[in-house]
């Protein structure tokens, strides 16, 4: 990107209506986009940018609105059919000095070659997803795509809408926009999408202005990812201090409240000469990387799957297929489910290597002898009230006799030296699927890695450590208890 491209965009948000603070001052990384600085301290509460809702790109805006309705195709599909199409009207676009501060499309894994994915995602969350998604993407264009380029009414240029461009604009609408309201739904929100992420480090929040007739919740924008950003209802009523420099970030406030008009305003001080984040949501890499094409070292809101499948499998080889299903269909019987996503059925690692409690309790019933198995599943009828504290403690009064008390976290019930050892079992074969390097040849790779020129490489890189990381938490946390129950088996 060229200075100039960035004047330009400043020019064409004048044109729109959109009031950017002058205390907000929007820099050229080289390399690495945009970022968005203080000039000046700014203080929570001070309003720092308006933006028009009709400065947005949306289906209601574009100028292939009338299509886009017609093809009966909406959401972000609808979202990036209508950024392509004003990217193939050129200069004749409405969004023309917008659209050129805008990189061509974000480097995430969905753009990525196959041998790229093979290569750098195998055995991380996103190897299988990123698969599944280029294809979902691929079938997409060509129900509702590539019939609008056949179809001559439209006079569509191939070139501009072609599976490429459709994959492109997917990536920068999956990245970057915003369900702005029930009318406009998802939005393309210049200035907004700027502003670059910083876990826990939110510095400014983007609200809506809502009448007051309106009966949506006041303040909630929410970005393509899902995550709501709502405001926490501080607006700033007293005046802020105007600085030395002469700039005043509050003078953007507008007491009537246009209902037509996004915000966004400071909720975390900010000192001056520093950039101004705002934040995507509580993230772990794997989500990060697969929807913005970057990674965070020590992420705590990193988490690891282990598919309800390799459990099966290692209780299948452990005993027989039919004592796990039927095993599996107890735990299913007693209310307990896995987290699911499209078709696939999974269990959570947290960053400290704690496993989600169902995991143990499916493991737990997996290794139950077969004589306490048929006494607990005689019992079942006993479970239908309850939390699932209760519902561990019963489970584990009904199967477990030799100790009467109960300890300050319900799971040492559960961690039974059996069960630790198949967290064990679990954490290496979910390990196995990283390939040959070890965590150590991994991070010694990483420490000579540029984040800038080889950014493919580090971000995964970053990704296959913390995962792996984190099943090595996993393992400690099973011999923790292991040796924890060794200690305590006499006090029982």
């Given amino acids: 990107?060229?200075?100039?491209?960035?004047?330009?965009?400043?020019?064409?948000?004048?044109?729109?209506?959109?009031?950017?603070?002058?205390?907000?001052?929007?820099?050229?990384?080289?390399?690495?986009?945009?970022?968005?600085?203080?000039?000046?301290?700014?203080?929570?509460?001070?309003?720092?940018?308006?933006?028009?809702?009709?400065?947005?790109?949306?289906?209601?805006?574009?100028?292939?609105?009338?299509?886009?309705?017609?093809?009966?195709?909406?959401?972000?599909?609808?979202?990036?059919?209508?950024?392509?199409?004003?990217r193939s009207l050129g200069e004749a676009s409405e969004w023309f000095g917008y659209l050129q501060v805008l990189p061509e499309r974000e480097d995430v894994?969905?753009?990525?070659?196959?041998?790229?994915?093979?290569?750098?995602?195998?055995?991380?969350?996103?190897?299988?997803?990123?698969?599944?998604?280029?294809?979902?993407?691929?079938?997409?264009?060509?129900?509702?795509?590539?019939?609008?380029?056949?179809?001559?009414?439209?006079?569509?240029?191939?070139?501009?809408?072609?599976?490429?461009?459709?994959?492109?604009?997917?990536?920068?609408?999956?990245?970057?926009?915003?369900?702005?309201?029930?009318?406009?739904?998802?939005?393309?929100?210049?200035?907004?999408?700027l502003f670059n992420h910083k876990t826990g480090a939110e510095n400014v929040h983007f609200t809506s202005v809502s009448s007051p007739d309106s009966d949506e919740e006041d303040g909630v924008i929410t970005d393509a990812s899902g995550n709501d950003q709502s405001s926490d209802g501080s607006t700033g009523d007293?005046?802020?201090?105007?600085?030395?420099?002469?700039?005043?970030?509050?003078?953007?406030?507008?007491?009537?409240g246009d209902p037509e008009t996004l915000e966004m305003i400071i909720v975390r001080?900010?000192?001056?000469?520093?950039?101004?984040?705002?934040?995507?949501?509580?993230?772990?890499n794997a989500a990060l990387l697969h929807r913005y094409g970057f990674t965070e070292l020590d992420n705590p809101f990193d988490i690891v799957n282990i598919d309800l499948n390799m459990v099966l499998a290692w209780s299948s080889a452990t005993f027989t297929s039919r004592h796990s299903r039927a095993r599996l269909s107890l735990w299913r019987k007693l209310e307990f489910s896995p987290c699911s996503s499209q078709n696939s059925e999974y269990f959570e690692i947290s960053h400290d290597g704690e496993p989600q409690v169902e995991l143990l309790i499916l493991l737990y019933i997996i290794l139950l002898p077969v004589d306490t198995y048929e006494k607990l599943s005689y019992s079942i009828d006993s479970f239908n009230?309850?939390?699932?504290?209760?519902?561990?403690?019963?489970?584990?009064?009904?199967?477990?006799?030799?100790?009467?008390?109960?300890?300050?976290?319900?799971?040492?019930?559960?961690?039974?030296?059996?069960?630790?050892?198949a967290l064990h079992l679990l954490a290496d074969t979910r390990e196995s699927l990283y390939g040959s390097n070890t965590v150590r040849e991994d991070t010694n790779k990483l420490k000579r890695c540029c984040p800038l020129k080889e950014r493919k490489l580090y971000h995964s890189l970053v990704l296959c450590i913390s995962e792996r990381t984190i099943l090595a938490n996993l393992r400690a946390y099973a011999s923790r208890w292991s040796k924890t129950k060794k200690r305590k088996r006499r006090g029982c």
């Fill in 109 to 193: 894994p969905l753009v990525w070659s196959l041998e790229e994915v093979d290569r750098l995602l195998a055995g991380t969350e996103l190897h299988k997803a990123v698969k599944e998604d280029q294809a979902a993407l691929f079938d997409d264009w060509k129900e509702f795509i590539e019939p609008l380029i056949h179809s001559g009414s439209l006079k569509l240029d191939p070139k501009f809408f072609g599976v490429e461009q459709y994959f492109s604009a997917k990536t920068l609408v999956a990245s970057r926009s915003f369900q702005i309201d029930d009318y406009h739904g998802f939005g393309m929100v210049p200035l907004a999408d």
């Fill in 269 to 284: 001080g900010v000192e001056a000469e520093a950039e101004v984040f705002n934040t995507y949501g509580l993230m772990g």
């Fill in 385 to 421: 009230d309850g939390d699932e504290i209760s519902k561990i403690i019963k489970l584990t009064q009904i199967t477990n006799n030799k100790c009467d008390k109960k300890p300050e976290d319900v799971k040492e019930l559960l961690l039974t030296r059996n069960v630790c050892r």
């Fill in 1 to 86: 990107m060229t200075l100039r491209r960035l004047r330009a965009f400043k020019r064409w948000m004048r044109s729109h209506c959109i009031a950017s603070s002058d205390a907000l001052n929007l820099v050229e990384i080289p390399s690495n986009g945009i970022a968005i600085k203080a000039l000046c301290e700014l203080r929570e509460g001070d309003v720092v940018a308006t933006i028009p809702k009709a400065a947005c790109l949306t289906i209601r805006t574009s100028a292939a609105c009338v299509a886009i309705e017609e093809a009966g195709i909406d959401g972000v599909l609808g979202l990036a059919f209508a950024l392509m199409y004003e």
């Fill in 238 to 256: 007293s005046p802020a201090a105007q600085q030395d420099s002469g700039h005043d970030p509050a003078s953007l406030e507008h007491p009537d």
